[in-house]
């Protein structure tokens, strides 16, 4: 899988996916990465993506948690010079 990166951006599985909401959470630790992400993914409509940029090094696995527990999917995950950025697909009820 190729993937290309404009600004919030990417291609998953070939088809360009563009973030609907971004979420900055950078300097913050548990909970609250999770606590913003889980309001603001109750604002979007269903198959909407929301992007979360985190600097909490446990945030990974959070994340992962997080959509097991919700029912969204975790699109991508990524982690540069010390910030995470995860896309969330909101495919829950």
Same mark, same amino acid.
């Given at each position: 899988? +190729? =993937?290309?990166?404009?600004?919030?951006?990417?291609?998953? $599985?070939?088809?360009? /996916?563009?973030?609907?909401? /971004?979420? *900055? @959470? =950078? #300097?913050?630790?548990?909970?609250?990465?999770?606590? =913003?992400? !889980?309001?603001?993914?109750? /604002?979007?409509?269903?198959?909407?993506?929301? $992007?979360?940029?985190? /600097? *909490?090094? #446990? @945030?990974?696995? *959070?994340? +992962? @948690?997080?959509?097991?527990?919700?029912?969204?999917?975790?699109? $991508?995950?990524?982690?540069? @010079? #010390?910030?995470?950025?995860?896309?969330? !697909?909101?495919?829950?009820?």
């Amino acid at each position: 899988m +190729q =993937k290309f990166e404009y600004n919030n951006i990417i291609s998953l $599985e070939g088809r360009p /996916t563009v973030a609907d909401l /971004t979420i *900055d @959470a =950078k #300097g913050t630790n548990c909970p609250i990465p999770i606590l =913003k992400a !889980k309001k603001a993914i109750t /604002t979007l409509p269903k198959g909407a993506v929301l $992007e979360i940029l985190a /600097t *909490d090094p #446990g @945030a990974l696995p *959070d994340f +992962q @948690a997080f959509c097991r527990s919700t029912g969204n999917t975790l699109l $991508e995950h990524e982690e540069t @010079a #010390g910030t995470y950025r995860f896309l969330i !697909k909101h495919t829950s009820a």
